[in-house]
């Protein structure tokens, strides 16, 4: 099994910055593709920002030169730079990865239990 583990949410200024970060841990050969997906209260999940093993990533058009998604392949860590945050940024922030548990095996899909981002002032 594997979890996922977000940290570094808060409550953050209209204009203000954070940084989250989550972790995976458990039984892992190699992790795929990661992201960061959000809900907002009223709305569904919605992808943010996507990093492939590689270090490709792809933004969400809301979120694009805003944020900053990359990750540490030794490990097997996701962040999340967010910067000139909105009120509209609020939302439940949760961590996706895809992951090989063994050699030849194939990859499973995991969720955090997310990480609350409140922009207000």
């Known amino acids: 099994q594997v979890q996922l583990v977000e940290s570094g949410g808060g409550l953050v200024l209209p204009g203000g910055s954070l940084r989250l970060s989550c972790a995976a841990s458990?039984?892992?050969?190699?992790?795929?593709?990661m992201a960061w997906y959000r809900q907002a209260a009223g709305k569904e999940r919605e992808l943010v920002a996507s990093?492939?093993?590689?270090?490709?990533?792809r933004y969400a058009g809301a979120v694009e030169g805003r944020f900053d998604a990359s990750r540490n392949n030794a490990e097997n860590r996701i962040y999340l730079q967010m910067h000139a945050l909105k009120p509209e940024d609020t939302a439940l922030y949760y961590c996706h990865a895809n992951v090989i548990g063994e050699m030849w095996g194939d990859g499973a899909d995991y969720w955090g239990k997310g990480t609350l981002v409140t922009v207000s002032s």
């Open positions: 458990g039984r892992i050969f190699r992790v795929n593709r």
């Open positions: 990093v492939a093993r590689d270090g490709t990533t």
